[in-house]
T-cell receptor, first 113, second 111 residues
Framework: GESVGLHLPTLSVQEGDNSIINCAYS??????FIWYKQESGKGPQFIID?????DKRQGQRVTVLLNKTVKHLSLQIAATQPGDSAVYFC????????????FGTGTRLKVLA | SAVISQKPSRDICQRGTSLTIQCQVD?????MFWYRQQPGQSLTLIAT?????????ESGFVIDKFPISRPNLTFSTLTVSNMSPEDSSIYLC????????FGPGTRLLVL
């Protein structure tokens, strides 16, 4: 069946360093991916997305990389700040499905001062 | 982007009672969804709220337990019926508009 998972449940990063959060997906037919940030007590917040016809997309301090060969997605955060501390989820939408998104288990990012 | 509000933001309820959660969107959207997020877990889709027709439920969720209303393109409600402590969770409203957006969530604790 379809699944989206993350390699690391918790990631601790020194403030100012770069963070890399990884995600593996199993459905090669998925054509759209999203990264969400969820701070404590809040709903998931859209960070950045990427379509399957791209392998890289950049935002403000964030970059998403998509490797369709190995079905791997990553989120890179440059110069990590204390405000980046949160749980990060990847989500996948199948090209063959409706608007259902499959969410990964989440990675908690802890920024150390 | 879509701005989503939910009411209540949190509640503490007694077992056996029911709670209705409201979701309001600042624009008309076709697709609205309700998710559950149990403590420390990821998001699980409960149902798709269809305007003008019955909601479509995912495996493991039934209408009697989670009745949903969708009276128009900007509003939906989710009721958690006959609650038990296992229903303690965050309930999230979501819409698809360009991409998928989430509301702030309703934190429910059932005693």
């Amino acid at each position: 069946g379809e699944s989206v998972g993350l390699h690391l449940p918790t990631l601790s990063v020194q403030e100012g360093d770069n963070s890399i959060i990884n995600c593996a997906y199993s459905n090669s037919a998925s054509d759209y991916f999203i990264w969400y940030k969820q701070e404590s007590g809040k709903g998931p917040q859209f960070i950045i997305d990427i379509r399957s016809n791209m392998d890289k997309r950049q935002g403000q301090r964030v970059t998403v990389l998509l490797n369709k060969t190995v079905k791997h997605l990553s989120l890179q955060i440059a110069a990590t700040q204390p405000g980046d501390s949160a749980v990060y989820f990847c989500a996948e939408k199948s090209a063959s499905g409706t608007y259902k998104y499959i969410f990964g288990t989440g990675t908690r990012l802890k920024v150390l001062a | 982007s879509a701005v989503i509000s939910q009411k209540p933001s949190r509640d503490i309820c007694q077992r056996g009672t029911s709670l209705t959660i409201q979701c309001q969107v600042d624009s008309q959207v076709t697709m609205m969804f309700w998710y559950r997020q149990q403590p420390g877990q990821s998001l699980t889709l409960i149902a798709t709220a269809n305007q003008g027709s019955e909601a479509t439920y995912e495996s493991g969720f039934v209408i009697d337990k989670f009745p949903i209303s969708r009276p128009n393109l900007t509003f939906s409600t989710l009721t958690v019926s006959n609650m038990s402590p296992e229903d303690s969770s965050i309930y999230l409203c979501s819409v698809v508009s360009e991409t998928q957006y989430f509301g702030p969530g309703t934190r429910l604790l059932v005693l």
